[in-house]
């Protein structure tokens, strides 16, 4: 969204830089287009004009920081065993293989708790 903003704003095309300008700059929050660069501000704690200069390594890092260890491990195995459910990935089956209903089971369980 970031890099799209700053493309408009530094488009060739009038119409297209006056639009972008003014939702960002006078329209805020009656524009989409402002109410994204907004929302990017309260996002990643900056001030308007410090978007402009944030790449997506910085993004990602500020987005990063928001979240401990464990919660990125519980996101990243129910991701897994929805694959898993999902036929997307699939497990070796031998008698020790797990059932569907405990696939769903061991996915409830990591959302609720």
Request: glycine share 4%.
């Amino acid at each position: 969204m970031l890099s799209f903003t700053r493309n408009c704003l530094k488009s060739d095309n009038e119409l297209v830089n006056f639009v972008a300008s003014y939702a960002v700059w006078y329209g805020r929050m009656m524009s989409p287009f402002g109410r994204n660069k907004f929302h990017c501000c309260r996002r990643y704690g900056a001030a308007i004009d410090a978007l402009w200069s944030m790449t997506p390594a910085c993004i990602f890092n500020a987005a990063r920081s928001r979240y401990d260890i464990s919660e990125v491990c519980t996101a990243r195995m129910t991701l897994e065993l929805i694959f898993i459910h999902s036929g997307d990935f699939k497990l070796s089956y031998s008698r020790d293989s797990m059932s569907v209903f405990e696939v769903e089971s061991l996915i409830q369980f990591l959302c609720t708790s």
